[in-house]
């Protein structure tokens, strides 16, 4: 079955960095478009950043771009973010996405905390 576990997250001050990992199985990884989401309380959820799986083409939401960084590493099923300068607005659950065998799958997400 399908299973992504994100791992990275936790407590960090505005400025700060942290880098999310996503571990995949289930389905042929480097075959797939791979995306993170963030759900902050009381808000819908977002698609912050997205990577294909041939060449590594990157989108990015606009609050976010500049700031961080998707990559992928398909050896190890893997895809990552690299947050930096982050705010307190970037404060939410992070979630990791794949599409695929016809419907949506997601992780458990893993919670970031910007703050003082």
């Known amino acids: 079955q399908v299973q992504l576990v994100e791992s990275g997250g936790g407590l960090v001050q505005p400025g700060g960095s942290l880098r999310l990992s996503c571990a995949a199985s289930?389905?042929?990884?480097?075959?797939?478009?791979m995306r993170w989401y963030r759900q902050a309380p009381g808000t819908e959820r977002e698609l912050v950043a997205s990577?294909?799986?041939?060449?590594?083409?990157?989108n990015y939401a606009d609050s976010v771009k500049g700031r961080f960084t998707i990559s992928r590493d398909n050896a190890k099923n893997t895809v990552y973010l690299q947050m930096n300068s982050l705010k307190p607005e970037d404060t939410a659950v992070y979630y990791c996405?794949?599409?695929?065998?016809?419907?949506?799958?997601w992780g458990q997400g893993t919670q970031v905390t910007v703050s003082s």
């Open positions: 289930g389905f042929t990884f480097s075959t797939n478009t």
């Open positions: 990577i294909s799986y041939i060449g590594g083409t990157t």
């Open positions: 996405n794949v599409f695929v065998y016809v419907r949506d799958y």
